[in-house]
């Protein structure tokens, strides 16, 4: 029994030990937990894995202070797909979508994630993703959206108050993945998200998370209300959609200037919307009624080459998202993504949570972008169809701000910018702004032009092309009369061995760390178990083996051993693949969108947001269940707003609002 002590009092100072208790769980799931080895309808490749993480993370500050509150925290719900792929180094880009309330999944399933619809209900998995070098972490947030949740009381009213979730959520993500903690990283979305991207870097780069936050780009973005508003007229002139001195470009200046004027009374601060601005994009949008064979149809504010039913005017694009719904909605797929917390249905745009913003009186993020642009450098693209957040709003913005010691871009020379041998866009950089427009692509670039986009990220994050030995990196391009350089293998040049990791010594060590703690525990686990052993093995030599004794009474007495069974279950991580898929497409003309309109949604958020605000669903719970399972497949979008609600008025009014948010 003496040794028996030693070695219970030896495993008893090994539990108590700093390493031991580093090493055990803590409330946090562990990263096997988010893991999801498949996804229904989705086929993989086995020559081109993906390896893909799902689930919600705590992110309510009041867990630091109140750990024991009954109270729902607030989580947000994120996809992480790795890189399939190493360039010069590893990054990591966190994404996130506008509204307000507008989830993730739109940049996941139809723009810059590995996925597209098929046509025939599935999906493919096709080249042009970013996850291609770049591991891609998908945010819904302010939580709430999504599949993030939270209380009812407790949504967000101001970005500070989403920026501090956000810092919760990526301590924790970087507690539960700590190889990311010291790699490259870049923030990235689009529409309202040029309002959350600018306040989320600057909340970072002042905490203490050490996060090393090398950029941040923003599509289309809703950023300088006072520069963007005006411009919806200016911009249909230049596409040569309205003539300049017609009777609808007159009264629609009408508009135009009781905006401006109404902006020019507010001094004391730069807010995020303002009533008299509101229904613009609904005057501007009038230029292009029309009936086609009965139907009254306005222009898609989303993509000008289009036309859409009125009063949606956009809503019902892209004729994706009413797919994207129902494959959302499906159990095996809720189950797959670990996203059985979150009560309900996903719905694209959460019109609640635009509800509780008041942007009337935040101030927009153009008031601290030239801080973040102080510290770290910052892609504005657009694409040129876009009409919600169209680039001559961008360019005015560019042009009226003062960032790094000067106002404007200066002198700097604009660049042609080519991909695959055909004209993308333009380019220009100054003082850590670079600012890109796409050609023929709409609110949503990436939908649209997907390898051209890739090309745009891969050019910005600084990404050595020359160091890459395949994939959609070596697709040409150039800038102005600079191509750029690609890996070329020759016989003293070949790969001898496995890819060189891109890792920092940084993230070599968190690396280690995050393996080493693993090993410590299964130590402690092996010494626990082995402490057991010995303890039976020396009851048993104490008592000896009793075998049935005969008592004389015809009765046995058996001794039946002591026995531990011990059940460990691993699974096995299995690759998901990603398939070549196809290049961009370029559609000219005006189009008609031809979706059944059952299947259409009223949407406000995402870059439509805004614009159909008024479109929204004001409450979720008050309808029976047949209308409540209609509404959770409408995507509500204000037009600039980025935000969709869950309840519509019918009246174009209410339709159009607020902004949308890039979808």
């Known amino acids: 029994m003496l040794y028996l002590n030693y070695i219970l009092c030896g495993i008893t100072l090994l539990l108590t030990s700093p390493l031991c208790i580093k090493a055990l769980p803590t409330d946090l799931p562990s990263a096997a937990s988010f893991y999801v080895p498949s996804l229904p309808s989705i086929q993989q490749d086995p020559n081109h894995p993906l390896k893909i993480y799902a689930g919600n993370l705590l992110s309510d500050p009041r867990a630091r202070t109140n750990p024991q509150s009954t109270d729902l925290f607030a989580h947000l719900f994120f996809v992480l797909v790795k890189n399939r792929r190493t360039a010069d180094r590893e990054r990591i880009v966190f994404w996130f979508n506008g509204g307000p309330g507008c989830s993730s999944f739109d940049g996941l399933m139809m ?17 042009g993703g970013w996850e291609e070098y770049t591991t891609m972490v998908f945010v819904d947030q302010p939580a709430g959206t999504g599949f993030s949740y939270t209380s009812s009381d407790r949504f967000v009213s101001t970005p500070q108050e989403a920026a501090e979730q956000f810092i919760v959520f990526l301590g924790n993500f970087y507690q539960v ?10 923030f990235a979305g689009e529409s309202f998200a040029g309002q959350w991207i600018p306040y989320f870097a600057d909340a970072v780069l ?3 998370l050490d996060v090393q936050l090398r950029g941040a780009a923003i599509g289309n973005g809703w950023i300088d209300p006072r520069r963007q508003y005006p411009t919806y007229l200016d911009y249909v002139v230049k596409m040569g959609i309205l003539e300049e001195n017609s009777e609808p470009w007159k009264e629609a200046k009408k508009k135009v200037d009781e905006c ?8 004391e601060f730069e807010p995020m919307s303002v009533p008299a601005c509101a229904m613009l994009i609904l005057d501007v949008a009038k230029v292009r009624e029309k009936k086609v064979n009965g139907t009254e149809m306005c222009i898609n ?4 080459r289009y036309d859409d039913t009125k009063p949606d005017c956009g809503m019902n694009w892209p004729p994706d998202i009413h797919p994207i719904t129902q494959y959302l909605d499906r159990p095996d797929v809720v189950n797959a993504l670990h996203a059985t917390d979150h009560s309900g249905s996903w719905i694209e745009c ?3 949570i635009h509800s509780h913003f008041d942007e009337n009186k935040l101030n927009a993020s153009v008031t601290i972008l030239p801080k973040v642009l102080s510290k770290i450098p910052v892609l504005i693209f657009a694409g040129d169809q876009d009409l919600i957040c169209n680039y001559v709003g961008l360019e005015a913005m560019i042009s009226a701000m003062t960032w790094n010691g000067a106002t404007g871009l200066g002198t700097v020379q604009t660049q042609s910018w080519n991909v695959n041998n055909d004209r993308a866009g333009t380019w220009v950089e100054s003082r850590n702004l670079t600012y890109a427009k796409i050609f023929n692509a709409s609110h949503m670039a990436p939908f649209d032009s997907p390898h051209i986009t890739h090309d745009m990220m891969l050019r910005f994050m600084g990404v050595n092309f020359s160091a890459i030995v395949d994939g959609s990196a070596r697709i040409p391009s150039s800038l102005g009369d600079k191509t750029k350089p690609v890996f070329i293998a020759t016989n003293s040049a070949q790969p001898t061995g496995p890819p060189i990791s891109g890792k920092t010594p940084e993230q070599d060590k968190a690396m280690w760390e995050a393996y080493y703690n693993a090993g410590s525990a299964a130590l402690v686990l092996v010494l626990i178990f082995l402490g057991i052993g010995v303890f039976l093995w020396c009851r048993v030599r104490r008592n000896g083996v009793r075998l049935p004794v005969n008592k004389g009474d015809g009765e046995e007495e058996e001794s039946i051993p002591l026995t531990s069974s011990v059940s460990h279950h691993t699974g096995q991580i299995r690759d998901r693949d990603v398939g070549s898929g196809g290049g961009d497409e370029e559609e000219g003309g005006v189009e008609i969108l031809d979706v059944p309109y059952s299947a259409r949604r009223k949407v406000k958020g995402k870059g439509k947001e805004r614009a159909l605000d008024s479109y929204r669903e004001d409450d979720e719970e008050g309808d029976n269940e047949e209308e409540k ?3 959770h497949r409408r995507r509500e979008e204000p037009v600039f ?3 969709d609600s869950e309840d519509e008025d019918e009246s174009s009014s209410a339709l159009y609002s607020g902004r949308r948010d890039s979808k």
Do not use: L, N
């Open 111 to 127: 723009e810059v994630g590995p996925w597209r619809m098929d046509g025939k209900g599935g999906f493919q998995v096709k080249e």
């Open 260 to 267: 401006v004027e109404a902006h020019s009374k507010i001094t």
């Open 206 to 208: 002042e905490s203490s």
């Open 641 to 643: 707003d980025v935000g």
């Open 350 to 352: 959460r019109g609640t």
């Open 177 to 186: 993945f700590p190889e990311y903690r010291h790699m490259d990283t870049y």
């Open 301 to 304: 504010i989303y993509d000008v």
């Open 629 to 631: 399972h209609q509404q």
